[in-house]
């Protein structure tokens, strides 16, 4: 881990745990330790780079939160975890927090393992409410019914459907449970969608702004009416409910109590605010205004996506910090995707973008901005993405579905029961397939080839380079092919700065041989064959004679191809960038076991356990599927082979 060169301000560097914060500091310097709190974020981000404006658009609420609350006693849950940075910082991991999202360093979310004031992992959004009310419950059963439990739900969270599910059973347990709406009108990209317009109603209404300092005031006293407090809060419910809007309160008709909304900056009120509803039984629900970026003028007045996670960049100007490349650079795949689809659409009139809250992150904001009315950002709810594509193919038309694939999971029995059962022609893009980098455990795209090529009626297939993306994306669109279509490729970027190449027809379920060999061959599945071709020509330069596979599709499997591999090869490396249980390698071994062939296979690919963050590079060394790793592999089937010929020559 990187030596710690960043310094924390004269109230921060006092602060280990949240009881230090409690204890050391009175309610007139709440301020100041939020401004420390942010100013160290911003010095850790700028030069160590990860998501930035969610968490500083929560400083206050943080701070607050903190300070009224016993965690880790009373139980606390980020939603998305990535607004938790300054939670991580006042949870005793300040000293190591410049290590966040590297390799072996602190993890870019809550995380169980790493700190009992992260009580639930949270990569991916929208369970907070579910968890908490969970531990709501049980402590309950278990008699402890003082234990406070706050979900702290923002950054497009609440669109996603669980989150209504949650909210729905909440509200018939009379559980001490808190809801915190984070509003910021904001996930990666802009929130969309009736929820967002519905709060944002709430936050400008008129009727609401004449009555709220009223209805707040009431609410401050109501812990100095000791056995009257029940009476005034009824009031306080009463005044809310009649006076936000004409039509009913959401929340309320939900059976939560309905708080808010109120300035989320604005930390000695958020502190008040709490103490009082930490008075008020049952489930209730804290709507919190916040600006993403906030305290940090370049973020604030810019834009909020590219402020998310910015990269490295000059604290004191603002300015984004880019590599200049000494010579042309490879594309990402994602813009590869982005750009291609707005092609195609070009030329067929029957195609269609969809994706679940990640516009920027999939490029399919450039279809956006070209076709605005063939290209939908449905909120977070990817289980409402594959349906509503399926919707869409069920009317002639060809939607392309581009869902990070580690997000596709949340949506699986979708793709069974609304596409594959229906042999509808739906177009899964997986972005983020194989290990994601410093998003870690929660993002890695591990299992798709595994969960996606045991469904009837799918097809399964992954490029090596972008022109087989872009030929892989033509092929599925095809009035011929007709058929669910699953495409996955990896996060970063390809090999071909020249991409943008002529489009061909790629024949489903087949392979391609990259280079001969005599010796051994070397099967993949994807853009870790690159990797396969750099081991395959230093084992050449090593008198090793090497054969490399490029199979592309993973179902159907190219059986000629596989006939051919094993009619010659009796040693066989089958790599894939994702996990090796029930995944290609497994597919090639079945192959093999169904035809009676003979031969050592050696699957490598992700292992069976959780792997951790870092970069791609630096797992797949540690996953030992790399270049350096293949090439060892297949040194050591060839020597073990000769050692064992030698032996029996012997004797």
Known sequence: MAENLFKAGELLSQIEIPADLRSKF???????????????????????????????????????????FNTPEDQLVWDVGHQAYGHKILTGRRSVFHTNREYKGLSGFPKIKESEY????????STSISAALGMAVANKYKGNTNRQHIAVIGDGAMTAGLAFEGLNHAGVENSNLLVVLNDNCMSIDPNVGALKEYLTDITTSHTYNRVKDEVWHLLGKVSKFGPNAQEIVQ?????????????????????????????GHDVIRMKKVLEDLKDIPGPKILHCITKKGKGYEPAEKGSPTK??????????????????????QPPKYQDVFGHTIVELAEKNDKIMGVTPAMPSGSSLNIMMAAMPDRAFDVGIAEQHAVTFSAGLATQGLIPFCNIYSSFMQRAYDQVIHDVAIQE??????LDRAGVSGADGQTHHGAYDIAYMRCIPN??????????????????????????????RYPRGEGVMPDWKTPFKRIKIGTGRKVLNGDLIAILTIGHIGNEGLVAAENLKKKGISAALYDMRFVKPLDELLLHEVFGKFDKVITVEDGCVQGGFGSAILEFMADNQYHAKVVRLGMPDRVVEHGSQEELWAECNYDAQSIEKEAIKMVDGASSVKANSLAG
Not at 42 to 48: A, L
Request: with cysteine.
């Open 26 to 68: 009175t309610e007139d310097q709440l301020p100041q330790v939020c401004d420390e709190l942010r100013d160290f974020i911003i010095d850790v981000v700028s030069q160590k780079g990860g998501h930035f404006g969610a968490s500083l658009g929560v400083v206050e609420l943080t701070v607050a939160l903190h300070y009224v």
């Open 118 to 125: 992260d009580t639930f992992g949270v990569g991916h959004s």
């Open 235 to 263: 009031k306080v419910e009463h005044s809310i409910k009649s006076s936000l809007l004409k039509d009913s309160n959401l929340f309320e008709s939900l059976k939560f109590r309905y708080f808010g909304p109120i300035d």
């Open 307 to 328: 402020w998310h996670a910015p990269g490295l960049f000059n604290k004191d100007t603002g300015e984004i910090i880019k590599v200049t490349p000494v010579s042309p």
């Open 424 to 429: 509808l022609p739906v177009v899964f893009c």
């Open 458 to 487: 799918l097809i399964v297939s992954s490029p090596m380079n972008e022109e087989e993306l872009r030929n892989l994306m033509y092929t599925s669109q095809l009035e011929e092919t007709n058929a669910p279509f699953v495409i």
